[in-house]
């Protein structure tokens, strides 16, 4: 394969390599299944160093384009199954000015786009979905936060409707901090940063401490909008593992001292999406290794309050000495995702830094719901509601595992998650989740294919599933279905005929 | 002076003069008002191109670092007077772990951060301000905001407080399409972003079109916190001047033959901070231009509707083949800030990758005050809201015309804005804007020193006056308060004595 490599220009050599390759992807110029030479026959050939090579291949593979088969080698990906052409494509690409044209191949594109696209154009209408990364919207105190906001409305008036405080409303960072404060992590309001949900806290940090080329350590698998934002800033990725204590700490030694990464991404309660806890040994080793190597920890408790059994584990905050880890949380998962407040928790010079980078990003957050945020719990009302969040919620992890037991088929495996909002189902040996998804769609239920959520390989065995978003007899019928379709995969992997059923109607 | 250079490491060459000169300036190992070698000579002795030298200095004087003298040099600058110490320098940098520390030379800082910290700290609990980006928070409708709210809450219950369609919601686009198509921009309500407010938007552009090193056009001056946005990224900045008629576009061919740069920022309808607008004549030429140089247009409206005479002048959007130019809009000038809802308009690939980033960044815009807005705009109470906020601005406008007719000592100049909140205000010859910072604060009166709007050189000559903020009588006494620091300023320039006057109160 001939590449042509410019080697003192200001693209990166594997860059080159990764942009030639995709472009003869993207062309059809090499078809799926197509075989790529081997890194060490490339690197030769290209008279390059095989990591360069290697490096290349990684990026493809996050990109989706390739896939790893261990012991044969590098392939092109097949294209996704029955992906509808986006707006983009469907006009005419000369349409558009040169500089536009250019985005279609030199830009990230977001996996998360792409799947809600092929989503909606599988789904039926009476679908159950098991998709989502929110709770049960029913759930949400609609009645109690409108009465909430008259109140503050008339209370306050015109001050908010202002930009108010850049850092956030002072008396919500107040009680913020005294809630963490009550759970172990000693917190001064003057440490905490209001942001639009906890996405963009993530997306702060990442602006403020990454740059193209970069390397950042995360779980693999983990929260896919995490692996879109880190892609988008062209930084590397490198999964740890993870097992039911949590990210394998004692792989992370390696990997932090040939890497050098920038950041460490961990989610160490209710992992998303396996949903689980980091055992109290890793994470004190994780930030030994952190302070060694000198890296700074994300810390993202999306949820760590939706706990269901067992005692609650520090955070990684309350472990580490000051100024090591940024703490991230957010309320859309306990109470409404719609109102987009969350907040960091950082000392040090790096909280002045992620300040001003709120500001450029979007000046503040809504000062309106701030307040009525911090008059709802102020009253008491978050903890009762939580409270009941907490039994509804178990409650329907208790269906849904019951419901699994009863229609999965031998060689399905799960665990039981503490807490949170989901389930990682493991698919039978030799199931793909790509051929599982569009059967899942026939009969009627939709659900998270495990492979976004991995910031390297491209793993296909795993499913996730929201427990949360349904009643017990919901969650029954959709479990159901989900043990049709893999039973149909599995008759179709066995070269049997697949008859399609009667649709079923939901209880 | 000996700088070590690394030629062929991953740091730019300027970049690596431009820190090792920042480190001697903030350690004091070069003292204020130390000339600089000349360029020529710099560059001579490090074996470089003169450019690089020249562009480390253009970064430092960005900085604020250093300043230049025509026909004399490049000068460390004076410390900013009577700055406190922020928390990060209080606290002992050994405390945090070395990554912190690393922070505070090696990151962005921003300049409106130091700034508010400053005007904190001179001014007296009655100062008459007239600092601000926005309209008066008295205008506010909070009260028929309230009623809306409470209306559609009943309406649409939890669904308010899902995250909804990522794009925003879509009646409110429909709505925004409908404005715009009114105003002479056809637009489609899937061309529409709805962000969270207009700095949102920039943002969104910025991340998704510049990487470290790429240039940007700009205005000079120009809008304070897309500077800081732009900074923020490591992109370098080149600015155009601007006279009566904007951005004066014949210069700007030189600059894009020499410089190609990735992306254009204007304001073209009430400039901030000069209050101009671009000529009809101008706004074809740039848009030619960057159609001949494949740059994309980001067009800045952010208060295009509050004109008080004249005619509207089509935006650039409207003038610009399809797909070149992105629009940028937001509700927070007219209506409230505080809601935090804006909007970009674009069409083509880039649409799509803006939507990713928007994900990225904070997932989705609070649906509930979307839907607010969206019937407050659908009743008629926005246009009815906008006539009238109209009306008392163009008064307040020529209240501060009148008293600044009565106050301004000879040798000051301004021009009549025709719109917009903000009166660019011309210091007599040799006044340095922080000259008159800390005198104006003792009379009792605040406003935006013109030197923050600058991208590149650090004029001090002027003053962002808004004047939308206080009703006729304060504004006289204001100007009044203005007109005495001026005057005592150019007293002590002369070389008099200057007297403290018993202080004012506002009237």
New interface residues.
């Given amino acids: 394969m001939r590449i042509p490599i410019e080697c003192d220009g200001p693209v990166p050599l594997y860059r080159q390599i990764q942009t030639f390759l995709q472009e003869q992807i993207q062309s059809g110029a090499l078809l799926p299944e197509t075989r790529l030479p081997a890194t060490r026959d490339l690197a030769a050939s290209l008279g390059l160093s095989r990591i360069t090579v290697t490096n290349a291949y990684a990026e493809l593979e996050a990109e989706g384009l390739v896939y790893t088969r261990r012991g044969s080698g590098t392939f092109v990906a097949p294209p996704l199954p029955d992906l509808p052409p ?3 494509e469907r ?1 005419a ?1 000369a ?7 250019q ?2 191949t030199h ?4 996996v ?2 792409d799947l ?1 696209r092929m989503t909606a154009s599988v789904s039926r209408p009476d679908a159950i979905s098991f998709w989502g990364g ?1 709770g049960d ?2 759930m ?1 105190p ?2 109690e ?2 009465k909430t ?2 109140a503050v ?2 209370r306050d ?8 405080d ?1 850092c956030g409303y002072p008396p919500l960072r107040a009680t913020i901090a005294h809630i963490l404060t009550s759970q172990g992590v000693p917190t001064h309001p ?1 440490q905490v940063l209001i ?3 906890s ?2 806290a993530l ?1 702060l940090v990442a ?2 401490l990454l ?3 970069d390397v950042v350590m995360v779980e693999s698998p983990t929260y896919s ?1 995490a692996i ?2 880190f892609r ?1 800033l ?1 930084v590397r990725l490198l999964g740890v593992p993870v097992d039911e204590q949590g990210m394998r700490v004692e792989q992370a030694e390696d990997c932090m001292r040939s890497n050098r990464p920038r950041l460490i991404y961990t989610i160490p309660t209710f992992q998303n999406p396996t949903g689980t806890c980091m055992s109290g040994r890793r994470r004190r080793q994780l930030i030994a290794l952190a ?1 060694r190597y ?3 920890i994300l810390e993202d408790d999306f949820l760590g309050d939706l706990r269901y059994e067992g005692c609650a584990q520090p955070a990684l905050k309350a472990l580490a ?4 880890v940024i703490y991230v949380s957010t309320f859309s998962k306990m109470l ?5 407040v969350g907040f960091l928790v950082a000392e ?6 992620l ?3 709120k ?11 701030q307040r009525a945020l911090e008059a709802y719990i102020t009253v008491g009302r978050y903890q009762a509601h939580l409270r009941r969040t907490c039994q509804v919620y178990r409650g329907r992890r208790d269906a849904m595992l019951a419901a699994l037991d009863r229609h999965m088929p031998a060689g399905a495996g799960w665990q039981s998650p503490r807490g949170g909002l989901f389930l990682w189902l493991q698919l039978p040996a030799a199931l793909s989740v790509s051929q599982l998804l569009p059967l899942a769609a026939e009969e009627g239920v939709t659900f998270a294919p495990g492979s976004i959520f991995y910031p390297c390989e491209c793993a296909q065995e795993y499913v996730r599933l929201n427990f949360s978003m349904h009643p017990p007899d919901v969650i029954e019928e959709g479990v159901r279905r989900l043990g049709r379709a893999v039973e149909r995969c599995l008759a179709s992997e066995e070269g049997e005929v697949t008859v399609p059923r009667p649709r079923a109607v939901v209880v």
Same sequence: chains 1, 2.
């Fill in positions: 986006s707006e983009e006009s690409p349409d558009w000015p040169l500089w536009q044209q985005l279609l830009s990230w594109r977001s998360q786009g809600d929110i919207s029913e949400f609609a009645d936060f409108r906001l008259q409305l008339r008036g015109s001050e908010c409707l202002g930009y108010g850049r003057d942001t639009s949900g996405q963009q997306a602006w403020l740059r193209p080329g909008c879109d934002l988008s062209d302070d000198n890296v700074p000495p000051a100024g090591r409404m995702p719609g109102l987009r040090g010079p790096v909280y002045e830094r300040l001003a980078c500001r450029v990003s979007d000046l503040a957050t809504c000062s309106l719901t």
